[in-house]
């Protein structure tokens, strides 16, 4: 199994429900910057994408692991990330993942976060690396309080990693070592 290594999306997009985070960008730069949103039982968030992702064509999309960096910037320690990927710029939603997993919030300084993992595909069905390679591919982000009530919660920063198995396994590629035979020995260990 292989995977592209944690991507911060390059791009971001209101959701039109709700209210919506505030300088998305700094969510998608690596600086202590966050994007703020008062969290509450309503539906409040944002999208963001294009993600840069290079999945080669052929390979078997095995999982997902959503990290976040963000704090909790009321003071009253409750608030907490729902998070979803969609394949088709957001019609379609994954399962809400919560981050931080269980019933941890988030603490009054940035602190990262991952969710999901190598054989999670966070409820996505039908993935192909054209779609998560794709502009298309979004993570949903909405803020949450743990009794319903008003806090608020910044977002310092977004990574996705994928996770997949390369065509034919990513195993051996069966090719030969020309330094191999009567010649080959000792010297093919060194360049080999």
């Known amino acids: 199994m292989a995977s592209t290594g944690f991507l911060i999306p390059t791009a ?4 039109g429900a709700g209210q919506e985070f505030n ?7 690596d600086n202590s910057s966050n994007s703020t949103i008062g969290a509450n ?7 963001w994408h294009t993600f840069g992702a290079s999945v080669p064509t052929g390979a ?17 320690g409750g608030s907490y990330f729902n998070a979803q990927l969609s394949l088709d710029a957001g019609t379609t939603l ?6 931080p ?10 602190t990262k976060f991952t969710a999901g993992g190598a054989t999670d595909k966070l409820g996505l069905t039908s993935i192909t690396p054209a779609k998560v390679n794709a502009a298309n591919f979004y993570i949903f982000i909405v803020a949450a309080a743990t009794d319903g009530f008003q806090t608020e919660a910044g ?14 396994g990513g195993g051996a590629t069966g090719k030969s070592n020309p330094l191999s035979g009567p010649l080959g020995g000792p010297i093919a260990g060194i360049l080999g």
């Not at 990574?159 to 390369?166: L, Q």
């Open 155 to 168: 977002l310092e920063l977004i990574e996705v990693n994928i996770y997949y198995t390369p065509s034919g």
């Open 101 to 110: 997993t269980g019933t941890t919030t988030l603490p009054s300084s940035g």
């Open 60 to 76: 078997t999309i095995d999982g997902f692991e959503i990290r976040l960096r963000g704090l909790d910037t009321f003071g009253d």
């Open 12 to 15: 971001d997009s209101d959701s």
């Open 23 to 29: 300088n998305r960008v700094n969510a998608r730069t």
């Open 94 to 99: 994954g399962t809400v993942t919560r981050v």
């Open 41 to 47: 039982a309503t539906v409040n968030g944002s999208y």
